[in-house]
């Protein structure tokens, strides 16, 4: 399996502006093959090939005088760009195929100079990682690395990244083989909240981090600050890098938190189950801002590989389930609850529901019903529930659920990332 890892670099003053000049000569021949592409579109010709288009915009262009300069970088850098455009338009094709069963993705658009990031790709040929620890780029140089984590394998290509904080970071991709965590007992449904950041089925509930509202609230700070700055001048550039900085603490901040999120719930669980959400239809709704915050898909792509990496399940329930309609101790449909019901009571039995908890267990038992009964499920039912799980609400027929296994021992200080 494939995996990312980033770090840190620090290229020197000189090597900074190839670097500027390599991402606009990759930016360009991506636009030139995009509008080749769109021509020919336009003109009813059949889509051109990549061995062609990279004939036309490479090869053929630098002998152009408008594009001589692009011999003046390295070309490996220009070939993964183009690499880059056809991934972009297999996944629009693949989405309005509707062989996508991801976010909806759109034709591959222009790219700006202006954009907030800036990458290049280099493969094997384009890099080598020096004894001395120096990461040597073709036509660039040797460029410092802060090593804060060790490379597992060796990286089959890696992606030079220039973020909007002015911030060089090298993100590996590695081959690694999956390692597989000793089996548990455990599943857990989780109830992605708006009020609270997730809700467990064990009873457990994950809150919205609090220093993350602090750098927020900092960034928000240097947000207004910008706006007062007169247009042009030098102290709104200073103000603009400040907020692109205060940005950059907010995403990674948030980025290792979900990591540390992410990992326990894997390391405790053996299948982890999860709903469907709409979240990019949500976040053009006006749920958009604590939607985009809770970065619930980022929340669910690291769930998925750390389950991918450590041997789980996740289970996605389809978003047509009615989870929070309802009752997770009797089964009864009670109907749809507008998103400000936060308890509600189910009108066969009598429970009084946590709208969360009971969401969560509802998501947890179609999950598992879903995973047994799916060819080549697992073949030893592991039905459990935590320990942890105990009843918070009123009345809930707990003891109608096996109780078997406890949370096995054995996961925890297991070395993970
Ligand atoms: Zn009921």
């Known amino acids: 399996m494939h995996l990312r890892y980033s770090y840190r670099i620090y290229p020197t003053a000189s090597q900074r502006p190839v670097l500027a000049r390599t991402f606009g000569c990759a930016r360009v021949v991506f636009n030139d093959a995009l509008a080749a592409r769109k021509e020919a579109r336009k003109g009813g010709l059949p889509y051109p090939r990549s061995t062609d288009l990279q004939k036309l915009v490479i090869t053929e262009a630098k002998k152009t005088a408008e594009r001589a300069w692009l011999a003046s970088v390295g070309v490996d850098p220009l070939i993964q760009s183009l690499r880059d455009l056809d991934t972009a338009y297999r996944n629009f094709f693949e989405s309005v195929s509707g062989r996508r069963a991801d976010r909806p993705v759109g034709l591959p658009r222009f790219k700006s100079k202006r954009d907030a990031r800036q990458s290049l790709r280099f493969t094997r040929n384009g890099f080598r990682i020096r004894s001395n620890g120096k990461l040597y780029l073709a036509k ?58 997730a809700v467990l089925s064990d009873g457990s509930v994950i809150h919205n981090p609090r220093f993350l509202r602090k750098a927020e609230k900092k960034l928000k700070a240097a947000q207004r600050e910008l706006a007062r700055k007169a247009k042009g001048s030098k102290n709104r550039a200073k103000a603009r890098r400040k907020v692109a900085k205060a940005h950059a603490k907010v995403a990674d901040t948030r980025r290792d938190w979900l990591h540390k999120q992410a990992i326990g719930i894997i390391r405790e669980n053996q299948a982890v189950y999860l709903e469907d959400l709409n979240v990019h239809g949500l976040g053009r709704g006006r749920l958009a801002k604590s939607v985009h915050d809770a970065g619930w898909s980022a929340f669910r792509r690291l769930l998925e590989e750390k389950a991918a990496r450590y041997g789980r399940h996740i289970g996605i329930v389809p978003r047509a389930y009615p989870s929070s309609q309802l009752c997770s101790a009797c089964g009864h449909r009670d109907g749809p609850k507008p998103l400000a019901v936060r308890e509600w009571a189910c009108s066969a039995c009598g429970v009084l529901h946590d709208r969360d908890l009971n969401a969560a267990r509802n998501i947890l038992a179609a999950g598992r019903a879903d995973r047994l009964n799916a060819p080549g499920g697992p073949a030893r039912p592991g039905v459990a529930i935590p320990r942890r799980a105990r009843p918070v609400e009123r009345g809930t027929h707990l003891g109608d659920l096996p109780r078997t296994g406890v949370r096995a021992a054995g996961a925890g200080g297991i070395p993970v990332l």
């Not at 999956?178 to 989780?190: K, Q, R, S, W």
């Open 140 to 197: 660039i140089g040797d460029v410092r690395v802060k090593w804060s984590r060790a490379l597992p394998a060796d990286p089959s290509s890696v992606t030079v990244v220039l973020d909007a904080a002015g911030r060089y970071h090298a993100s590996f991709v590695v081959d690694v083989e999956p390692d597989h965590l000793p089996e548990v007992d455990a599943e857990i449904g989780i109830d992605l909240g708006l009020t609270t950041y």
